[in-house]
């Protein structure tokens, strides 16, 4: 059984810094992109980062780029966000997410339609 476990939500102060992880299991994600998602109440999930399978490559929403950053441990089959600079519109449960990478002849995955696994998510709450 396929499982990602997300961790490392919580609350912090604006300007504060969190790091989520998402431990992957049940098979291995080669030829896969590696995501994180959020969704805000109210508003749609949207994409935030992916790392991809060939070459480490990542790829960053605009408005966590410079803020953000997603890594991944292919060992452990682990995918990281490093949040830094949290800002009160950050606040969203963010979502950790597996998708196929067809390969860098191909866009990398960023619409949540490419994603085929799904974590249970972790809430990321940023006060003032």
């Known amino acids: 059984q396929v499982q990602l476990v997300e961790s490392g939500g919580g609350l912090v102060q604006a300007g504060g810094s969190l790091r989520l992880s998402c431990a992957a299991s049940?098979?291995?994600?080669?030829?896969?992109?590696m995501g994180w998602f959020r969704q805000a109440p109210g508003k749609e999930r949207e994409f935030v980062a992916t790392v991809r399978w060939s070459g480490g490559i990542t790829v960053y929403a605009d408005s966590v780029k410079g803020r953000f950053t997603i890594s991944r441990d292919y060992a452990k089959n682990t995918v990281y966000l490093q949040m830094n600079s949290l800002k009160l519109g950050d606040t969203a449960v963010y979502y950790c997410a597996a998708g196929r990478d067809y390969g860098l002849g191909y866009a990398a995955p960023i619409y949540s339609t490419e994603y085929g696994y799904w974590g249970q998510g972790t809430q990321v709450t940023v006060s003032s």
């Open positions: 049940g098979r291995t994600f080669s030829s896969y992109a």
